[in-house]
């Protein structure tokens, strides 16, 4: 009887078949990459909005301790700058200790925002966007800077738009500080205090408290300490964690290392727009394509404006 010689059932693959898989999986590879991206850049922006959502309502429970009272935005003290808006906030996010050090090294905040070694050298993560710049601030070595900037108002002067290579012109004097936001510096603030809840006669769900500002920088670093206050006697010297809104789009005018500090433009990393804090604690992303007219209304505290949010 002929016996017929047995097949070898583990044959291997041929080079084509193998090319053929490869092929396959770089398809698939090049499907899941784009979707893991987006996965990952919404959860950036969710997790920033939680961020600022914490911060609005941080700046609330000040209020209320305070007879409705915002906290100032910027200290200012002889020797050259006070406290920032985020160190006074510090009780109200879990970091009373932190807080109480800050006292401590300033001297109960007579002594120079420098001497807070301490506070300006820790990293908070509530105050940084997940996909933002760097936080080395430029003002001081080791101290660390924020993403989330006070709101003070329109901007004021002229801004430099670099992408259009152009000076975008705003409202007053270059580099001044804004009065009629709501965290504003102690000078130039009614009666040098918070601005009352009350006096947001536009309405809280419609008036910006805080801004995002993360991206990364084409230029010259502008990001200044998030505990610096206000250092100098003059409206244009510039701040720490405070800016105007300026006619400037997101992402557009960086720091032309002098005078437009205070008009620098809103923006993050993420997709076509930034994070943007209202006084009643809500927070609503803006695309970039937004009004920067309509943006500078919703700056005004007080500007009589009927104004929706886009």
């Not at 915002?70 to 160190?87: K, M, N």
């Not at 993560?125 to 997940?130: D, E, K, S």
Request: glycine share 10%; hydrophobic share 35%; with cysteine.
């Amino acid at each position: 009887m002929l016996v017929s010689p047995r097949r070898n059932r583990n044959r291997a693959f041929t080079l084509i078949e193998l090319l053929v898989v490869i092929a396959i999986i770089a398809v698939l590879i090049g499907l899941l990459v784009p979707a893991v991206q987006k996965v990952r850049q919404a959860a950036a922006k969710l997790s920033c909005q939680n961020n600022m959502h914490q911060l609005g309502i941080a700046c609330a429970m000040y209020a209320n301790d305070r007879s409705g009272r915002f906290p100032i935005g910027a200290q200012s003290t002889p020797q050259g700058g006070g406290a920032s808006w985020l160190v006074l906030i510090l009780p109200y996010i879990e970091q009373d200790n932190l807080y109480q050090t800050y006292l401590n090294e300033t001297k109960q905040f007579t002594l120079p925002f420098t001497s807070g070694i301490t506070a300006g050298s820790s990293r908070i993560p509530l105050f940084y966007c997940p996909s933002g710049q760097d936080a080395t601030s430029i003002d001081t070595p080791g101290f660390l800077t924020t993403h989330y900037y006070g709101n003070m108002g329109p901007g004021s002067g002229t801004a430099y738009d670099d992408a259009a290579g152009v000076n975008v012109q705003n409202h007053n004097s270059n580099a001044a500080s804004s009065t009629l936001g709501v965290l504003l510096v102690d000078l130039y603030s009614p009666q040098g205090m918070g601005i009352k809840i009350a006096e947001i006669k536009d309405g809280t769900s419609s008036t910006i408290l805080i801004g995002e500002r993360s991206y990364t920088e084409r230029g010259t670093n502008s990001y200044t300490s998030w505990t610096r206050g206000f250092a100098g006697t003059s409206p244009n010297i510039f701040t720490g964690a405070l800016k105007n809104v300026s006619l400037s789009p997101f992402n557009s005018a960086s720091w032309n290392g002098s005078t437009n500090m205070q008009d620098i433009s809103f923006g993050s990393n993420h997709s076509h727009g930034a994070n943007f804090a209202m006084c009643d604690g809500s927070v609503h992303y803006i695309n970039d394509d937004v009004s920067m007219a309509l943006m500078v209304q919703l700056a005004t505290r007080n500007g009589g404006e009927a104004v929706q949010l886009p």
